[in-house]
């Protein structure tokens, strides 16, 4: 039987399929006890955060998996998608510098990603 596929690798293929840029996964167990890992990204505008959004919300919903919360969908600035152990950001430039969570979630590993699919 095959396994199945992580959560995080579904969310990570959505967000390279809409051309997110800045992608980072980070494994968060044994840093905090709120989630396993950050899918951290970022789209060029409005629009294209919203649809990358909106695949990782499909993919991941065809997967079985529903959101617990999103928050900043009509704004755009900064998407926040909780799956539970998993916590998707998807950012405009200017709030991933303004937030900076790079910096805050430093001592967590950084996960390596997969190519894209050709």
Aim: glycine share 6%; net charge negative.
């Amino acid at each position: 039987m095959a396994e199945a596929t992580p959560t995080y690798q579904i969310a990570l293929r959505a967000a390279q399929s809409k051309k997110a840029t800045e992608i980072r996964l980070l494994d968060l167990r044994g840093v905090t006890s709120f989630a396993d890992f950050f899918l951290i990204c970022n789209g060029s505008n409005q629009r294209q955060i919203q649809a990358i959004w909106d695949e990782v919300s499909k993919q991941m919903k065809e997967a079985g998996e529903r959101p617990i919360n999103v928050e900043g969908y009509d704004h755009a600035e900064w998407i926040l998608g909780d799956y539970g152990d998993l916590l998707i950001h998807v950012f405009s430039d200017q709030a991933r510098n303004y937030y900076d969570l790079d910096r805050l979630w430093r001592h967590a590993k950084e996960m390596p990603l997969p190519k894209t699919a050709a």
